[in-house]
């Protein structure tokens, strides 16, 4: 079937008006007296020259004649449609009359030396009629090709441009109408690296394929997509249908590119946080280290998606504003079709969690003059309108070598918590929560001074104010009974310290210091005093 | 006592997939009905195969108590020991596909016999009883908001805003699969509807009642608590298991 549409689709052409014109000329050339005319000018012409001396009944006519004529007039129409095209109308003109002329000439010679009578004439008309025929199909068919080149350019440049901005499916589906020339390849082949890095290995696999079928053996297109293949072995192994927030994404072979998110290029899995697996990346364009932590959709129902995206989306540009040296600086946010990201300063360093149990806490003063930077670092946020919401030893780095330190997670690592639905044991704990926070109240800065209060609280005595065996239980000591004095648990612990504590998580928010500021000044205070006795 | 009992379950207007499972039986001959609403969670995969499991092991080991006959001062331990199964079912399925570890369930049945019916829930899939024209909950969710309320901890209208509104405080596939029981009278014309919380928070009480009360049959009543729900956009998935005594 698509043989005959072929053969009709080109059937209808110039071209194939020269072709048939040779054709009856062979077959049919005694009958169309026409075709002799050159023939008898050229004999008449010959006679006057040589004034009578050719004697037409002295010619003979070789037994091979008609077949020469027929195998000349088949050159000939090869010739027109074939070379001429090549050649372009200006250039096949000299060759076109040059070998009309040689003919004559032959013809000629031929006549008058050997006595031999072939009748060139209608391979001389066919070369000069087909010319003129050709020179009309050559007009149009030069604008058909440079259209064509255009469109194709043109589609090669949006490809480049649609690749550059990230969306490689659509640079693929520009490119589709195009042959298979060196730059399609090369530019499929750039399009798969990057659906590779993006991790859609299915769609890779399918242009590496696409790749391949049109050349053998492009580059190492082959043994990409046997990279692919066994990487999708492993995930069907693995029994997942998709990425949760518990599966890392999968770190490729060498064979196949380093996935990225956004801009970035992941290095390694570093850790799993509130929402997710938190990736060390690298921005290649100014080789900056960023900690990518990442908020995987699947783990969500999409009627919940929208708005946990906005709230993501909302929270990490709020948390992108703050500027502070105890802040962890967000560099940027962006999505990926399965999952936000937020990519912010790879903070150096251990998160306080790490020195909370009993028998490994911090100096007292060095406890205190920790808190007490937070302190300023939340006043400041407090004065941007951001609350951190989750203010807890866990988010907050902190580096002994050269005393940095750094909050993270601003905003955002509740987000994930809130919005799941009933993941029963899978929750964060409310051990740092503020008593208004976990009534559903609106949360203000006073909640962050609440739940800074229960991290110093941990940092010196290794507990925290309120246990409990289950969420439940847990929520209602701290929504309804007394915490226990931090004295319970460190004897030696100075009275200005427990009182500065009892302070900061007092259960009325207006009970507390006035602001984070306050608190820092009175941690200070209490920081001071500790050298100084120390000393 | 005769018994029409119809169910119906949707995925509402926004999930992909139907977490929720239902199944119910009459025997006539007896003249009991067993009815099963389960409402899965964790996950996609997780959360449908879940419910499935305890509905489906509930029907499996009650369905034929119901035509032998059983006193009714053994049917608690039987339906516990059904729950515990399902429990276990359930387990043994986390254990073989890691990407369900943490799917779970909750489940709420009832064992109709005569003119009392035997109520065993865990979780917030809840139970009503609808008497001429009263509609009470028979059932107290097993959640930590729930608790806080009872506590005094927290006031109703603030409910929806606390952080751990979504944590059940037990469920089927968590540690713990004891049930709470209890029990309900029916007098003739009395419904009991069972239903997932889809329905609580798609559509007002109130307006059950009216809807309940419009419809001609069981199955129009159950009808109209789905498409009510649905026109009002019913976010999660919506199930709903209505017996009618005559």
Sequence with gaps: MSAITFVFERMFSLRLLVVAAAVVFAFAGDSLPLLGYLDRMMFSALEDATGGAIDARELVEPAWSAAAIRGALMAGAMFLVLVVPRLGGAAALPVVLLLAGALVVLQAALMFYQKVWLPLGEVVTLLLAGYLVMLFWLQPQRTIESLTGNVLAARTRLSKLLLRQGQPDEALEVLADCPPDDHTLELQYDIAIQQERKRQYDKAGATYQQILAARRGYRDAAERLAALDSIADEATRAGGSGFDTTRTLVMPQQSVSRPTLGRYEIEREIGRGAMGVVYLGKDPRIARTVAIKTLSYQAFDASELGDLKSRFFREAEAAGRLSHPAIVTVYDVGEEADLAFIAMDYAQGRPLSDFCRPDRLLPLSTALTIVARVADALDYAHGQRVIHRDIKPGNIIYNPDNGELKITDFGIAKIADDSRTRTGSVMGSPLYMSPEQLKGHKVTGASDTYSLGVTLYKLVSGQTPYQGETLAALTYQILNKRPRSVREFNKDLPNGVVRLINKAIQREPDKRFANAAVMAEALRRQASRETAEAS | ?246
């Design chain 2, 1 to 246: 006592m005769e018994y029409m009992v119809s169910g119906r379950t949707d995925t509402g207007t926004l999930r992909k997939s139907n977490q929720d499972a239902i199944d119910w039986c009459v025997d006539e001959r007896s003249g009991q009905a067993l009815l099963v609403v389960a409402d899965g969670m964790g996950g996609y995969e997780g959360g449908e195969e879940a419910s499935r499991i305890a509905v489906d092991t509930v029907m499996e080991m009650l369905a034929p108590a119901l035509t032998e006959g059983m006193p009714p001062e053994f049917r608690r331990e039987r339906v516990q020991s059904a729950l515990d199964l399902a429990s276990e079912r359930i387990e043994v399925r986390k254990v073989q596909a890691p990407d369900l570890a943490r799917m779970g369930t909750t489940i709420v049945l009832a064992w109709v016999s005569g003119n009392s019916a035997l109520l065993a829930h865990i979780g917030d899939s809840r139970c009503y009883q609808l008497q001429q024209d009263t509609l009470h909950c028979m059932t107290r969710d097993d959640t930590v908001v729930q608790s806080m309320v009872e506590d005094g901890s927290i006031r109703e209208q603030d409910a929806p805003n606390v952080p751990f509104r979504n944590v059940l405080t037990r469920a089927l596939g968590a540690a713990d699969a004891t049930a709470t029981f209890g029990e309900v009278s029916l007098a003739s014309g009395d419904q009991l509807l069972l239903c997932s919380d889809g329905l609580m928070e798609a559509l007002a009480e109130e307006e059950w009642h009216t809807r309940l009360l419009q419809a001609e049959s069981v199955q129009s009543g159950v009808n109209a608590l789905i498409e009510g729900s649905l026109e009002k956009g019913a976010k999660d998935n919506v199930s709903v298991v209505l017996l009618s005594t005559v």
